[in-house]
Nanobody, 115 residues
Framework: QVQLVESGGGLVQPGGSLRLSCAAS????????MGWYRQAPGKQRELVAG???????NYADSVKGRFTISRDNAKNTVYLQMNSLKPDDTAVYYC?????????WGQGTQVTVSS
Protein backbone atom coordinates (compact mmCIF):
# COMPACT_ATOMS: atom_id res chain seq x y z
CA GLN A 1 0.00 0.00 0.00
CA VAL A 2 1.05 3.59 -0.56
CA GLN A 3 2.85 5.12 2.39
CA LEU A 4 4.25 8.62 2.73
CA VAL A 5 6.23 9.58 5.81
CA GLU A 6 7.32 13.19 6.33
CA SER A 7 10.11 14.34 8.60
CA GLY A 8 12.29 17.35 9.23
CA GLY A 9 9.85 19.84 10.69
CA GLY A 10 10.51 21.86 13.79
CA LEU A 11 10.84 25.29 15.34
CA VAL A 12 13.03 27.79 13.51
CA GLN A 13 13.62 31.52 13.79
CA PRO A 14 12.59 33.89 11.02
CA GLY A 15 15.21 33.86 8.28
CA GLY A 16 16.22 30.32 9.11
CA SER A 17 16.13 27.15 7.04
CA LEU A 18 14.69 23.67 7.24
CA ARG A 19 14.71 20.68 4.93
CA LEU A 20 11.67 18.44 4.89
CA SER A 21 11.83 14.87 3.65
CA CYS A 22 9.10 12.52 2.51
CA ALA A 23 9.91 8.83 2.25
CA ALA A 24 7.57 7.01 -0.13
CA SER A 25 6.76 3.34 -0.54
CA UNK A 26 4.17 1.08 -2.13
CA UNK A 27 4.37 2.45 -5.67
CA UNK A 28 6.87 3.09 -8.47
CA UNK A 29 8.12 6.38 -7.09
CA UNK A 30 10.16 7.55 -10.08
CA UNK A 31 7.24 7.88 -12.50
CA UNK A 32 4.85 9.85 -10.29
CA UNK A 33 4.59 13.55 -9.65
CA MET A 34 4.94 14.46 -6.00
CA GLY A 35 3.73 17.48 -4.13
CA TRP A 36 4.12 19.38 -0.90
CA TYR A 37 1.09 21.10 0.60
CA ARG A 38 0.69 23.01 3.84
CA GLN A 39 -2.16 23.91 6.12
CA ALA A 40 -2.03 26.71 8.65
CA PRO A 41 -4.52 26.96 11.53
CA GLY A 42 -7.87 28.20 10.28
CA LYS A 43 -6.80 28.11 6.65
CA GLN A 44 -7.33 25.77 3.74
CA ARG A 45 -4.64 23.36 2.66
CA GLU A 46 -2.59 24.92 -0.15
CA LEU A 47 -0.08 23.71 -2.68
CA VAL A 48 3.49 24.73 -1.89
CA ALA A 49 5.48 22.95 -4.59
CA GLY A 50 5.30 20.06 -7.02
CA UNK A 51 7.75 17.99 -9.02
CA UNK A 52 7.02 15.66 -11.92
CA UNK A 53 8.66 12.37 -12.69
CA UNK A 54 10.75 14.30 -15.21
CA UNK A 55 11.86 16.81 -12.56
CA UNK A 56 9.75 19.71 -13.76
CA UNK A 57 8.85 21.87 -10.80
CA ASN A 58 6.24 24.43 -9.87
CA TYR A 59 5.86 26.65 -6.82
CA ALA A 60 3.31 28.78 -5.09
CA ASP A 61 4.07 32.46 -5.64
CA SER A 62 4.52 32.93 -1.90
CA VAL A 63 7.52 30.57 -1.78
CA LYS A 64 9.21 31.18 -5.15
CA GLY A 65 12.88 31.94 -4.71
CA ARG A 66 12.90 30.65 -1.12
CA PHE A 67 11.82 26.99 -1.37
CA THR A 68 13.22 24.24 -3.57
CA ILE A 69 11.60 20.89 -4.22
CA SER A 70 13.74 17.96 -5.34
CA ARG A 71 13.60 14.20 -5.49
CA ASP A 72 15.98 11.26 -5.15
CA ASN A 73 14.49 8.34 -7.04
CA ALA A 74 17.13 5.95 -5.70
CA LYS A 75 15.90 6.69 -2.17
CA ASN A 76 12.19 7.06 -3.03
CA THR A 77 12.30 10.42 -1.29
CA VAL A 78 11.13 13.92 -2.10
CA TYR A 79 12.57 16.95 -0.34
CA LEU A 80 11.55 20.50 0.35
CA GLN A 81 14.39 22.86 1.12
CA MET A 82 12.99 25.94 2.82
CA ASN A 83 15.15 29.04 3.19
CA SER A 84 14.45 32.56 4.43
CA LEU A 85 11.54 31.27 6.44
CA LYS A 86 8.85 33.68 7.58
CA PRO A 87 6.24 33.43 10.34
CA ASP A 88 3.61 33.06 7.58
CA ASP A 89 5.26 29.77 6.61
CA THR A 90 4.10 28.26 9.90
CA ALA A 91 1.90 25.28 9.06
CA VAL A 92 1.67 21.53 8.95
CA TYR A 93 3.40 20.38 5.78
CA TYR A 94 2.11 17.34 3.91
CA CYS A 95 3.57 15.21 1.17
CA UNK A 96 1.17 13.88 -1.45
CA UNK A 97 0.95 11.71 -4.53
CA UNK A 98 -1.92 11.05 -6.93
CA UNK A 99 -1.99 7.45 -8.07
CA UNK A 100 -4.74 5.66 -9.99
CA UNK A 101 -7.12 8.53 -9.37
CA UNK A 102 -6.57 8.54 -5.62
CA UNK A 103 -4.76 11.16 -3.58
CA UNK A 104 -2.49 9.86 -0.84
CA TRP A 105 -1.19 11.98 2.02
CA GLY A 106 1.39 11.62 4.72
CA GLN A 107 0.70 12.37 8.37
CA GLY A 108 2.28 15.81 8.10
CA THR A 109 5.15 17.54 9.85
CA GLN A 110 4.82 20.75 11.83
CA VAL A 111 6.89 23.76 10.84
CA THR A 112 6.85 26.71 13.22
CA VAL A 113 8.64 29.93 12.39
CA SER A 114 8.91 32.14 15.43
CA SER A 115 11.40 34.17 17.39
Amino acid sequence: QVQLVESGGGLVQPGGSLRLSCAASGFIFSIYAMGWYRQAPGKQRELVAGITGGDRTNYADSVKGRFTISRDNAKNTVYLQMNSLKPDDTAVYYCTVRRAGNDYWGQGTQVTVSS
